[in-house]
């Protein structure tokens, strides 16, 4: 593939020697499972991030159901989630013993925002999922302020994102809500060598409660104070995002620095661009467009070369299995059907040449005037 839709390989090859370096202290440290290198990088990422804690969990998603618990959230609750997200933002959820329920998303930013999510609140609603989609950056201040309740931000594919404020503040991405979850599935915008993921929080007690979940609810595997989870970051994973977390300010720069190039070269002109949130600079993860016929595009990429696909082509609230959460019907969510059906991702990455990008531009100006 001329240029691959995402490309997680280039970046790492100036770190292979410390990548290498770190599996082997592991391997001969002999020492698995919440060592050493858990410890480092939890206060390297939570002092990356401005956050006062960050706890190491097994992938993104066992985050997000964990963060929920710890928010209190369980039997007889609602959280509102937007349904144009992975999946997993939703599915989360009913393992806690609440239930989603869907709200949309603007059309512009693809993230939800605070009317979006207040138009899913009930009296029942305990806390809302929002979604900082694509590494876009959802309103979380306007969020908490229009509903009151506690937000977990979904940030798996906002590593590296950044919001500045009206007086100059600098925030990212895990530090904006209540609570905050990322994953280190391998392509993400900080991918570890298999499945991980972090709960970050600024909130002592929440941390607190985080910690002993993500450990069988003990404290010591003695004395057990809830119905907890074996989901722990392992050692080897740590090692490996110890050594590529230094290096994700500057791929979050690159990524956002493809989007003003695709901009400057007149992709725009062409297909439906995806708008930074006010004061964002979001660290793309993926690299989404809306158009009429997303998949012609697409396919009509793929015969030059260029990688493109859509993620989300059945919206969450749409799946099979979220059917029985939506007894009194499925949620009307008219901009994330027409998102669902007008997007198509087209390639990014932290390593981006300015030749690849040309490339993507030509190729869909061509099969857009071919068809
Ligand atoms: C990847 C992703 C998750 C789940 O992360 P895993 O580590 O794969 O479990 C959750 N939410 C969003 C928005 C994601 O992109």
Redesign the pocket.
Known sequence: MAVPLFDTATALEPLRDRLDEALLRVARDGRFVLGPEVHAFEEELAAWLGARHAIGVA????A?TIALRALGVGPGDEVVVPSF??W??AEAIPPTGAVPVFCDVDPDTMCVTAETVAAAVTPRTKAIIA?H?FGNVAPIAAIRERTGLPVLE?A??AAGSTLRDGDGTVARPGTMGDVA?F???PS?NLGAFG???AITTSDDAIAERVRTLRFHGSADKVDYVEIGYNSRLDEVQAAILRVLLPSLESWATHRHRVDARYRAAGLGELVTLPEAAPGSAPAWHLYVVRTEEPDALATGLGARGVGARGYYRTPVHRQPPMAAFQAGGLADLPVTDELARTHVALPISATMTERQIGEVVDGVAAVLAGR
């Open positions: 992938n993104g998603t066992e997000i997200t992975f997993a933002s979604v989609l979904d798996a594919q979850t994953s280190f599935y993400k499945d991980g993921g």
